[in-house]
């Protein structure tokens, strides 16, 4: 008996398909195999791999740089002498919500940030980085809306959202994003806690309003996806709890996407498209679009559509997201747009023909709401006069007689700072907010005066409350 072969008895299943043997040398013995393929599904690609394979293509990983600023030429010694950076790094995550690149990422992760660059988990483009700019951003939720600067055409893997409040106490969950800048991270857990409570009007949103996974969440995963084993989107990836100024363990939070739709909403209304009035707000995430309100007087008003209309087309084309919808909508602003809705049973056409906003939301609207005449200042013009470090502000040129203004004692030369503890932007942005408040409901004006003390000027800041007309 020849001892250098050693053959072996090998039992093979039946649903297995015999291929050519393969024989091995392991030092002088030779192991012949038969080697085989089954017909049965590979057990490792079980529901985690699949939802990782959907939703990695849309994670994106953020890197910020913040430059320091500097006040004077003392400041900039000093922190020459003490060796102090110019800018700051920072790292974060994000997710891709529509194909035309616009991504979702937490406000903290870009807030103050001069430069955002964007690395893609697409192992198409993993070599590549775009920039990317800051559409809309909400300190209150935490939430910020990006746009990918690509060429023209360029699309790119969008992430679904899951239904509002879908939630299973317990469900697996993935956590995936860029913990501590290793992008293309993905860890797994469950559903410790689903949100406790509903915020109430005006309250900064914190983990009491959030989910909890035990999904490990590491600095850098701020920003990116929660996503359930269907692939979808279920939350924003935001903080993590410490606990003697330590992680505790296990305990992270993400915001839910009820709220992340809620914010949406509010930071990029479809009321407003590319400088038009529509007038009209739908609700974001679902498919078809669902119109969630209209204003009476609006342009969406006046056509006839109503809350609950199901958005079909527009001009013939179906939205694919509440961004595309906004296109669309402005692309066809020079004429009437034709806006196509399931109601009930039926479908139904609508002409609606957009306005400029600035037609409608001027400084005549501020007058008429608050009864002040405004004119925009400038940074540098706020720091001349008042010497304010300010983003800008309002100088009140006027006070009508009887007015809100009037009754608040308000007076000419004041600066408006803030409303609602909000920077005031411009004119247009002001009469807007102010359009938006519900009979009755007050606006809170941040304010700074000049007053006399015996021989010095001095620059008194307050607050008033003022209930639009």
Known sequence: ?????????????????FLAPTCLLLGTATVCRCAGTSDLPDIRRDATVLAIEQVMPSVVNIRTRTIVPVRDQFDALYRQLMRLPNSYISLGSGVIIDEAGYLLTNDHVVRRAQEI???????????????????????KSDVALLKLEAPPGRKFHAIKFAADDDLFLGETVLALGNP??????????????????????????????????????????????????????????????EYNGQPAQGIGFAIPIRLVETALAEILPTEFVKSFWFGARVKVGTSPLV?????????AGQ????????????????????????????????????????????????????????????????????????????????ARRYHVNAPGGFAIAGVQEGSPGARANLQSGMLVLSVDDQAPGDVTALAKWLHRKKRGERVELELASWQRVGDFNVLRQDTVDLTPR
């Open 303 to 382: 056509a006839g559509l109503k809350a609950g209309d199901a958005v079909l087309q527009v001009n013939g084309k179906a939205p694919r997201s509440f961004i595309d919808f906004a296109d669309l909508l402005a692309a066809g602003a020079a004429s009437d747009v034709t806006v196509t809705v399931r109601r009930g049973s039926e479908q139904n056409d609508f002409a609606v023909r957009l306005v400029p906003e600035t037609s409608v939301f001027n400084a005549t609207m501020v007058r008429d709401k608050l009864g002040l005449q405004l004119v925009a200042l400038t940074p540098e013009e706020v």
């Open 117 to 139: 660059q964007v690395q893609l988990n697409d192992a198409s483009s993993t070599n590549c980085v775009y920039l990317a700019t800051v559409v809309a951003s909400d300190p």
């Open 291 to 299: 119109i969630a309100s209209v204003q009476p007087d609006s342009p």
């Open 180 to 241: 501590l800048g290793l992008g293309g991270s993905v860890t797994r857990g469950i559903l410790s806690s689903k949100s406790r409570s509903a915020p109430l009007e005006g309250e900064p949103l914190t983990y009491r309003n959030w989910l909890q996974t035990d999904a490990p969440i590491n600095p850098g995963n701020s920003g990116g996806p929660l996503v359930n084993l269907r692939g979808e989107l279920i939350g924003i990836n935001a903080q993590l709890l």
């Open 1 to 17: 008996m020849n001892m250098n072969m050693i053959s072996e008895k090998i039992l093979w299943p039946r649903r297995l398909v």
